[in-house]
């Protein structure tokens, strides 16, 4: 079965710090890959996704991820943090031809402070 | 676009007792999702319905919880008797067919077994 690591739970960081959280997932066939992301009191939202092509995936509020297929890995970035970055990110990996089944790290809670 | 909804938003039930959640995913999207979200952890698929029929349930505990979609769009989930370990946010999510990459997540329900 896959799995999603995810370390480093919790963060805590200043306004215009970096960020960047891990992902690591188990799983030797081709995957999707997905960041989400739940800002306090509001629903789970896709922050980006990868499938194929261009490894540097951008997404929406300045976030990207780079896939880097021989680590397993699918790491989120941000240059420059605001406090509105505040919420809980999580990774998210499928395989496209098994049962497509979203199988979910444990998240990292960022609080960003101003 | 009228989002996923999702009843109640918060439940609190002693042990032994029986509790049912209701969802209604975006309109047009074949596929629903349950999810539960035991805190600190990232949402685990329950079950997975494609219209009325059940795609994937092998992660349901099915001596205690059930689900239905009898009509192909809104579902409820029970829990039939609740356990203190079952405490936790169970999140709802749709997509349209085909697109499992592409789920819209609602705000949960979260419940507490006491």
């Known amino acids: 079965a896959q799995s999603v690591s995810q370390h480093n739970h919790h963060v805590i960081l200043s306004e215009a710090a970096s960020l960047e959280l891990g992902c690591n997932y188990s799983y030797g066939g081709t995957v999707n890959l997905f960041w989400y992301v739940q800002y306090p009191g509001q629903h789970l939202q896709l922050l980006l996704k990868?499938?194929?092509?261009?490894?540097l995936v951008k997404g929406i509020k300045g976030f990207e991820a780079e896939f880097i297929k021989s680590k397993f890995s699918f790491n989120l970035r941000k240059p420059s943090v605001q406090w509105s970055d505040t919420a809980e990110y999580f990774c998210a990996v499928n395989a496209p031809w098994g049962n497509n089944r979203l199988a979910f790290g444990k998240g990292n809670q960022v609080v960003v402070i101003p | 676009e009228a989002g996923v909804a999702q009843s109640p938003r918060y439940k609190i039930i002693e042990k032994r007792q029986s509790v049912a959640f209701w969802c209604n995913p975006i309109?047009?999207?074949?596929?629903l999702y349950w999810y539960q979200q035991i805190l600190g952890q990232g949402p685990k698929l329950l079950i997975q319905?494609?219209?009325?029929?059940?795609?994937?349930d092998s992660q349901l505990p099915k001596d205690r919880f059930s689900a239905e979609r009898l009509k192909g769009v809104d579902s409820t989930l029970k829990i039939q008797p609740a356990k203190l370990e079952d405490s936790a946010v169970y999140l709802c999510a749709s997509s349209p067919s085909g697109r499992s990459y592409e789920q819209y997540f609602g705000p949960g329900t979260r419940l507490t077994v006491t």
């Open positions: 309109s047009g999207h074949a596929t």
């Open positions: 319905f494609q219209n009325n029929g059940v795609v994937d």
């Open positions: 990868y499938f194929s092509g261009d490894p």
